[in-house]
């Protein structure tokens, strides 16, 4: 039973009633370390449970090592484990098995994740009206933006559903600095109920006293836990059972002797085990806050059956908690956070090594490449710098699969950085880390990115990937504010480059390049129609002679673009057409809306009552496309 907050236990309580009377929504539980915000949502989840509901729970993780959506990964696990529904198929929509996610030259980033957002709501919605459903995402502070996003998507779809979603977060942390969670956060906060946790009372610290030790606590006492704990139960709890392990009887305990920070408080916990128990614990603290039993004691050079009983004391310590058969936990992530902080750099770096190393030999799990990249780039500058630079590529294409940019993008910034800076990285990754930052809408950074790409694929002559970096830039700039002119000087820089290789009929690339000089020239200050209308023809011809639709879609997609003037709109109702056509096959679903688009305003301009029908399939799949 949880001492005090009625306030918050009522609110809770009216949440969970509404939603179970189909009046769904998103309740925010706020507070610091250790105020109960995990204890508040169990007991809503047992309130849930009691009246009939569903209840599942979906935990954030701290560091960049688990994948995106992972909260949601965990949430949909555990309903699909029912089985005989859609289940399976959001799974792998979140986990980004999903077939067409191969990418493609466009990517298609917003259709993607729009759909990734849709089906996991409209599961959770069909799962709802089954039977009432709560759902804790906790630790939101850690959440990947992916997953914060999907929350703010469903928040908007609960109003009408028995689902409420109960999500926790240390709100102090999300203040301090730029951190990244804090923007999505309080565009969530304007669609659900905030509940601030802040300190019990003191008479409510002196119950919560009276719980961990069985004894009413003097009032003196009562006060200088208090003081020293603002009414943060954790740090009440823990400092109430350090003075009772020492043994002195509550009454005389000076709780003077205790030093403030709850992370010595931790640490003398701590000392109180057995020295093997802790060097066991700080191995644990590097994998993770859950951790199989098994690995931890490899890394340590432990056999488990010396291991096993070693775990089992910090168990008995409160330290450690049973998890699923073979996995432990840290009772408290500030346990954790002690035992890392407390181990000598060196030492942390060789651990993990080590894990990424044991992590690599059993791929296949689903957070397999994201934990390898996690392990590898912390150890770093430890361990083989191009194993690292690797683990982080692969992490970042897992990431693009799932439409997790966000996190595709972090994983290449440290790639970047590991490699040794923008101008040592290989220079394929360089591209790749301006179209991920691009995908996740950071326009800027992305430009100079692909811009530094360029200057050194030029220095170099590396033909394809100043292309490349061409090709990006232009893409970056059709979304930014920037100046075009030197975005046409590199697209004509890179076709020249391609002219003097001499290819003949040239490589599909050259047509992507064409392509983009022809938007660039349609319109604006540098305004060459009709060498944009050459070179959007020959773009078309080419590709198609290279039979690569990708590169046709987007040929066709930069012709109509430049064919746009009154007098030919039955031309582009054509162009329209084969548009449509390459667009689908090459899956580029953005140019597929850009299809329609161009149909429309042709239909529009020749006066065919087929118009309406078609701006009604447009406007239907611009607002998914929108979605960001
Ligand atoms: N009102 C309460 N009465 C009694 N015990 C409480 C109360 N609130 C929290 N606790 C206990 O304090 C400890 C910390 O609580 P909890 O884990 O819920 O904190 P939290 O806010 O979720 O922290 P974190 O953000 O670190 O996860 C737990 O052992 C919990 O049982
Ligand atoms: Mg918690």
Same mark, same amino acid.
């Given at each position: 039973m949880l001492v005090g907050r009625r306030l918050a236990i009522g609110a809770l309580s009216s949440a969970v009633d509404a939603a179970i009377g189909g009046a769904g929504g998103v309740v925010l539980l706020a507070g610091e370390a250790g105020m109960g915000k995990t204890a508040l949502a169990s007991e809503a989840v047992a309130y849930a449970k009691a009246r009939g509901a569903e209840t599942v729970w979906g935990t954030c993780w701290e560091g960049d090592g688990a994948p995106g959506f992972w909260p949601w990964i965990q949430v949909v696990r555990a309903l699909a484990l029912d089985g005989g529904d859609a289940g399976e198929g959001v799974l792998a929509e979140l986990t980004g098995?999903? @077939? @067409?996610?191969?990418?493609?030259?466009?990517?298609?980033?917003s259709a993607l994740r729009f759909r990734t957002y849709d089906m996991a709501a409209t599961y959770v919605r069909r799962r709802a009206a089954q039977r009432p459903l709560v759902v804790v995402i906790d630790d939101l502070h850690w959440a990947d933006a992916s997953s914060l996003r999907l929350l703010v998507f469903l928040a908007r779809q609960l109003h009408d559903a028995a689902a409420l979603v109960i999500g926790t977060y240390r709100d102090v942390e999300v203040m301090v600095g730029d951190h990244p969670a804090r923007p999505l956060l309080a565009e969530l906060a304007g669609q659900a109920e905030l509940i601030r946790l802040t300190g019990l009372t003191a008479d409510e610290v002196g119950q919560l006293i009276e719980k961990v030790c069985g004894e009413r606590p003097q009032a003196p006492l009562i006060q200088a836990v208090h003081a020293r704990t603002a009414g943060n139960p954790f740090f009440a709890q823990q400092i109430v059972r350090l003075l009772a392990a020492q043994g002195v009887p509550l009454d005389r305990a000076l709780v003077t002797g205790i030093p403030p920070a709850v992370g010595d408080v931790l640490a003398r916990r701590l000392a109180r085990l057995p020295g093997t128990v802790v060097d066991l614990l700080a191995v644990a603290s590097v994998v993770g806050r859950r951790f199989p039993i098994a690995m931890v004691a490899a890394i340590a050079g432990a056999p488990a059956a010396m291991a096993v009983p070693l775990a089992d004391s910090a168990v008995r310590a409160a330290v450690l908690e049973q998890d699923e058969p073979g996995h432990l936990r840290f009772s408290h992530d500030l346990f954790r956070d002690v035992l890392y902080d407390g181990l000598p750099a060196a030492r942390r770096s060789a651990l993990h090594l080590s894990v990424a190393g044991l992590l690599e030999q059993h791929t296949g799990v689903a957070a397999t490449a994201a934990e390898i990249a996690y392990h590898r780039s912390v150890a770093w500058p430890l361990g083989d710098r191009d194993r690292a630079v690797t683990a982080l590529i692969d992490a970042a294409q897992e990431a693009t699969a799932r439409t997790a940019f966000d996190e595709a993008a972090a994983h290449l910034r440290r790639a970047v950085e590991v490699a040794g800076g923008a101008t040592a990285v290989d220079l394929a990754v360089l591209c790749e880390y301006g179209d991920a930052l691009r995908r996740a809408g950071h326009g800027e950074d992305a430009q100079a990115a692909l811009l530094g790409a360029a200057a050194r694929a030029r220095a170099t002559g590396e033909v394809g990937l100043f292309a490349r970096a061409a090709f990006g830039a232009h893409r970056v700039a059709t979304l930014t504010d920037s100046s075009r002119s030197g975005v046409i000087a590199l697209l004509q820089e890179a076709l020249a480059a391609f002219d003097a290789e001499g290819t003949v009929g040239g490589p599909p690339a050259r047509w992507l390049l064409s392509a983009s000089l022809a938007r660039e020239l349609a319109d604006g200050p540098h305004r060459d129609l009709p060498r944009a209308v050459a070179l959007a023809s020959a773009a078309v011809n080419g590709a198609r002679a290279a039979d690569d639709a990708g590169v046709l879609a987007y040929a066709l997609f930069a012709l109509a673009d430049v064919r746009w003037e009154p007098g030919t709109a039955t031309e582009r109702l054509g162009i329209a057409g084969d548009l449509a056509a390459a667009a689908g096959a090459a899956h580029e679903t953005e140019l597929v809306l850009e299809a329609h688009l161009c149909r429309l305003v042709a239909l529009l301009e020749l006066g065919d009552p087929a118009f309406t029908i078609e701006l009604g399939t447009f406007t239907r799949l611009a607002e998914r496309a929108r979605y960001r």
């Open positions: 098995v999903t @077939e @067409e996610r191969s990418g493609g030259v466009l990517g298609d980033e």
